[in-house]
């Protein structure tokens, strides 16, 4: 079965809920496999941390819905527990819809959902707001119970219990106020996972105070994993990235079982949101993922024959960054012998000529691009693309969904070197609600940068091409190269709340 943690709006305790539990399950001896809803990297991040397990992204409009059962399926079946932790509100979507929203990937999926209400200053009314989550639609619903934060005192639980028992919606427990539960963020989401120093010491006290304050002889059976929903069996019995491909032009023929073409993935502080399906999809068609870190100031693993740049906080790192004279040289030069490089949010700041950091000092970037970059407004939100032209990875006419979220803004400037490349704006033509329609991204025959996020599993062509590219590439050999073997464990964690 399973359970979709939901809540009335973002920061309400849907993280800290799933916390709990995971961490209660991985001191109880039991694998539990987490899901986040939506196009988010941080919360994940933290989950698969704390499952041992990546954490896997269900987005309808990102992925599609076939992928999102079959992701679903295969992933919960592989573990002895599984939970979905949502996205904002319940019904919050694109826009003013519900489109891929929680409750859209609840209902697809028929998980029960767990709402958590964040009940200061609350009463009575706590059932006026929880009959009406329960009862809106489309789509409906089938909610378990509530779990209650920020509850003041045991007169206060008292009152609220008895609102909720008014319409017959069982209380599953409470969050405590207690200090280790309170995260750290920053402008786009949480800190990652990685930099919580002290998150061994917090996984013991997370499962205390969920063996203390949950009705978890309720909450526990939530977890279960199961095959009752008709299409779960069949989509358990193939994994994902192997039917994906299947339906998206096949496997590789014959199968690649030694992966022969390196793709550097920048993999470090600055650069960490990548889902895995990256890695998987790269190894599954023939490519061999190495982990590069240009805030280490490395060069290009030998032999690289693509680049992938995923976001992450470079802005927060800028100076690091600008130091790194042996990555960004190797990086310079790839791109001057023809080596495709995928560049998406954070990694897209990288190829400017200059990066602003939080403190709003200018840095030195690679200098491929015609761009300065510094703080501004935040763009946040599902995007449709149409590619006008064909490009590295995208092909005349083609529409795909994306996702934007960042707050720093380029400006345009004039580049200090020469061109390594003719790169030209307007990768593609953006549209979504609330945005107007605008020209975005850069585009050369080696080059595909973009603020866009995409998963892989909704346009299978990408890494299909990015392969493809990367077995014509030439073979620079960057002074001082050292040749990693293929390790998509050590690849960016999955998934963070946000992109830079």
């Not at 990102?62 to 592989?78: N, Y």
């Not at 002895?80 to 489109?99: H, I, N, T, W």
């Not at 009406?132 to 007169?155: E, Y």
């Amino acid at each position: 079965m399973a359970c979709l943690i939901a809540a009335p709006s973002s920061g309400s305790g849907k993280t800290l809920l799933s916390l709990m539990l995971t961490a209660l399950a991985r001191q109880r001896g039991q694998s539990l496999q987490p899901f986040k809803v939506g196009p988010d990297y941080l919360d994940p991040q933290l989950l698969g941390r704390v499952a041992g397990r990546p954490c896997r992204n269900l987005d309808t409009l990102l992925c599609g819905p076939d992928w999102v059962r079959r992701s679903f399926a295969w992933h919960a079946g592989c573990a002895d527990l599984a939970l979905v932790e949502g996205v904002m509100g319940l019904f919050d979507g694109r826009g003013a819809s519900a489109e891929g929203s929680s409750a859209e990937v609840a209902a697809l999926l028929d998980l029960p959902v767990v709402l958590v209400v964040e009940a200061s200053r609350q009463a009575g009314s706590l059932a006026a707001l929880v009959r009406g989550f329960r009862d809106h639609g489309p789509p409906r619903v089938r909610l378990a119970g509530v779990v209650l934060n920020k509850v003041g005192s045991a007169r206060h639980r008292a009152l609220l219990a008895e609102a909720l028992a008014a319409i017959e919606v069982p209380l599953l427990g409470l969050l405590p106020p207690a200090e280790v539960l309170d995260l750290p963020s920053r402008h786009l989401g949480l800190l990652s996972a990685a930099e919580l120093d002290d998150l061994p010491q917090r996984l013991p006290q997370w499962a205390a105070l969920a063996e203390a304050h949950l009705d978890l002889e309720r909450l526990w059976p939530l977890l279960a994993p199961s095959d009752c929903v008709p299409w779960a069996s069949a989509a358990a019995a193939v994994d994902p990235v192997q039917w994906l491909l299947q339906q998206s032009g096949g496997l590789p023929s014959p199968a690649p079982s030694t992966p022969s073409l390196p793709v550097a993935i920048a993999s470090d502080r600055a650069f960490q949101f990548c889902y895995p399906e990256v890695g998987e999809l790269l190894l599954a068609l023939g490519a061999a993922p190495r982990p590069w870190s240009p805030l280490a100031d490395q060069p290009l693993p030998a032999g690289t024959r693509a680049v992938l740049l995923p976001g992450g906080y470079p802005e927060l790192a800028a100076a690091e960054l600008a130091a790194a004279s042996r990555a960004l040289g190797s990086l310079r030069q790839a791109v001057a012998q023809g080596v495709p490089l995928l560049a998406e949010c954070g990694g897209l700041l990288l190829l400017g000529q200059s990066l602003a950091d939080a403190d709003g000092r200018w840095h030195p970037m690679a200098g491929l691009l015609p761009f300065r970059a510094s703080r501004g407004s935040l763009s946040l939100g599902y995007r449709q693309t149409l590619s006008p032209m064909d490009g590295l990875l995208t092909r005349a006419g083609e529409r795909r969904w994306g996702h934007e979220f960042h707050r720093w803004q380029l400006e345009p400037c004039a580049p200090q070197i020469p061109p390594l490349v003719a790169i030209s704006p307007g990768l593609w033509q953006l549209e979504g609600w609330g945005c107007s329609p605008r020209e975005e991204g850069w585009t050369a025959p080696n080059v595909h940068a973009s603020w866009l996020h995409l998963h892989w599993a909704g346009c299978p062509e990408i890494p299909r091409r990015l392969v493809a590219a990367a077995a014509t590439a030439g073979l620079p050999q960057p002074a001082g190269a050292s040749c990693n073997p293929p390790n998509p464990a050590s690849l960016p964690s999955a998934n963070a709340g946000a992109c830079a």
